[in-house]
């Protein structure tokens, strides 16, 4: 979506519903949050009707959400 701050989830099914299908994320942006709202929006929505990008090593400020150990990336 190009929106850093974008944690409007109806912004979202909006730019789904209006044929945007590939949304590009990272744990760094909103420190989290915006990929907990991309899931909530996501999680009733057909896998094949999206994709979803994200980074593993975006660094945040919170020091236990840098690096890219196996358990920050799954996190």
């Not at 929106?3 to 789904?16: E, G, H, I």
């Amino acid at each position: 979506m190009g929106v850093m701050n974008a944690d409007n989830p109806n912004l979202v099914r909006a730019a789904l519903d209006g044929g945007i299908f590939l949304l590009d994320t990272a744990h760094g942006y909103q420190e989290g949050r915006n990929e907990e709202m991309l899931g909530t929006v996501l999680k009733d929505r057909q896998a094949r009707r999206f994709v979803l990008c994200t980074k593993v090593f975006l660094s945040t400020r919170r020091p236990e959400d840098r690096g890219c150990s196996r358990r920050r990336s799954r996190r």
